[in-house]
């Protein structure tokens, strides 16, 4: 199933958000703060991913998107970028199996030709194992960057209509790297920044956004409720008025 854009048609809206997107942020700030060399916020914060998946699948949240490396990330001391990727292995190593039991699908989205072979086989054996799982749909954003999905997305467009000279979103949508899952309705991002950070830049359009100072290894259950709390007090209007939506309720 394609979903359509919220540019394009009113995307459904219930009290629990149906896709929640967050950035994981604070993990080495975590770490520096307790005097801790920063792999270990790192290693904390998988535990919270843990933690999360787990409170979404209970809430009724039917699609969570995760951002664990983008592509500006590799600008990173090449120590820590190696920490990372081990810490990736050894996370689909002992969670997959959970997931799978649990109903739970996951899926890895961005450019992964610079990963080694070894971690591309093993994401690909982990899509296929959860592939047919209904519960919940994790996605976890890996040399992934918003501009990077955009500009892929267009290329494939492009190549799949030689000669044509107009394009819609219609036909740009199959081609997003996450064309199975509808635009997020709630964005999070912890560690205390405001800013979207080429994630999602074309999904994010009308997603609702919640930022808190809370280290990424800190973010509990509590705190996803707090965002969940304050997006139900939000109004979404897509770009209709207030008093059309009072209308259309009462």
Request: glycine share 8%; hydrophobic share 40%; net charge positive.
């Amino acid at each position: 199933m394609i979903y359509s854009s919220s540019t394009t048609a009113v995307p459904e809206i219930s009290k629990v958000p149906r896709h929640v997107a967050v950035i994981m942020d604070g993990n080495g700030r975590w770490a520096t703060k307790r005097f801790l060399p920063r792999v270990a916020g790192h290693v904390k914060g998988v535990e919270a991913v843990r933690g999360l998946v787990e409170a979404c699948a209970l809430r009724g949240v039917e699609y969570l998107t995760l951002f664990a490396f983008s592509s500006e990330n590799w600008r990173r001391p090449q120590e820590e970028v190696t920490l990372l990727m081990r810490l990736f292995m050894t996370a689909l190593e002992r969670e997959v199996s959970k997931m799978h039991a649990n109903n739970i699908r996951l899926k890895v989205v961005g450019d992964l030709s610079r990963f080694d072979d070894k971690l591309r086989d093993m994401i690909a054996n982990a899509e296929r194992k959860t592939a047919g799982n209904t519960r919940l749909t994790v996605s976890v954003c890996a040399n992934y960057g918003g501009r990077w999905d955009i500009m892929q997305a267009i290329g494939k467009m492009v190549g799949a209509r030689p000669g044509a000279t107009q394009f819609s979103e219609e036909q740009l949508a199959p081609h997003l790297a996450m064309a199975y899952a509808p635009e997020p309705d709630l964005f999070i991002r912890t560690g205390g920044e405001q800013r979207i950070s080429n994630f999602m830049l074309w999904q994010l359009a009308y997603t609702e956004f919640y930022f808190t100072e809370t280290y990424w290894p800190d973010f509990s259950i509590d705190c996803l409720d707090a965002a969940i709390a304050s997006y139900q007090q939000r109004e979404r209007r897509f770009g209709r008025t207030g008093a059309q939506l009072a209308e259309k309720a009462g």
